[in-house]
């Protein structure tokens, strides 16, 4: 059963960057689309980006395009969202899931992990 860690979050300023990192075990994530999801106290779950299985698609949402970067090292099973200028909207819980259907298949995928805060702030 495949189980997923998300790590890399913490308190920033305005303009920096963190690196998050989505660590699986149990399966190989190269074979699962994967993607990144947030949510904000009050607000519902935003999915932000995703990779397909075979890296031949990849989706920003409107609010991270141009800032945020999806990747994947598959000698370490992991997926990885590099987040550049970084602004106070982007502070949520932030949360990678799995899925063997494509990126459609995210939402209702039962493969997500616990989350990581990042906090924007100065």
């Known amino acids: 059963q495949l189980q997923l860690v998300e790590s890399g979050g913490g308190l920033v300023q305005p303009g920096e960057s963190l690196r998050l990192s989505c660590a699986a075990s149990?399966?190989?994530?190269?074979?699962?689309?994967v993607g990144w999801f947030r949510q904000a106290p009050g607000k519902e779950r935003e999915e932000i980006s995703c990779?397909?299985?075979?890296?031949?698609?990849?989706y920003y949402s409107d609010s991270v395009k141009g800032r945020f970067t999806m990747s994947r090292d598959n000698s370490k099973n992991t997926v990885s969202l590099q987040m550049n200028s970084l602004e106070p909207k982007d502070t949520a819980v932030y949360y990678c899931?799995?899925?063997?259907?494509?990126?459609?298949?995210?939402?209702?995928?039962?493969?997500w992990g616990q989350g990581t805060q990042v906090t924007v702030s100065s």
């Open positions: 899931a799995a899925s063997t259907v494509g990126c459609a298949g995210l939402t209702t995928s039962p493969n």
């Open positions: 149990g399966r190989t994530l190269a074979y699962y689309a």
């Open positions: 990779i397909s299985s075979r890296d031949t698609s990849t």
